[in-house]
């Protein structure tokens, strides 16, 4: 089991930026696919991007493409996601998942039944 710990989260304003980080706890990261996903009080929880082991491929959430940014840092056990442009209704848990994992993604890994790998989530708060 690979422990994930979020870090990042916070209040912000309309408009403005947040990087969220995801510090793994494994030798062998460089194997794992790795997702973030979100979850609005009272709603399900959903799926916001994925990428990569070698981070050569991502997939984004259709409605997010263009605000946010996924990467990861091999060397450094991490997985980032950046957010531009927020609004109120990004407002949320944000959860980093991952999988072991050494081909692309796909559309596919938008589903959280294919992570076997969770945080225990950070938060973030867009106020308007």
């Known amino acids: 089991q690979v422990q994930l710990v979020e870090s990042g989260g916070g209040l912000v304003q309309a408009g403005g930026s947040l990087r969220l980080s995801c510090a793994a706890s494994t030798r062998t990261f460089s194997n794992y696919a790795m997702g973030w996903f979100r979850q609005a009080p009272g709603k399900e929880r959903e799926f916001v991007a994925v990428i990569s082991w070698s981070g050569g491929s991502t997939y984004y959430a259709d409605s997010l493409k263009g605000r946010f940014a996924i990467s990861r840092d091999n060397a450094e056990n991490t997985v980032s996601l950046q957010m531009n442009s927020l609004k109120p209704e990004d407002t949320a848990v944000y959860y980093c998942?991952?999988?072991?994992?050494?081909?692309?993604?796909?559309?596919?890994?938008?589903?959280?039944?294919?992570?076997?790998?969770w945080g225990q989530g950070t938060q973030v708060t867009v106020s308007s």
């Open positions: 998942a991952g999988r072991a994992w050494r081909e692309r993604v796909s559309r596919a890994w938008g589903s959280d039944s294919l992570y076997d790998n």
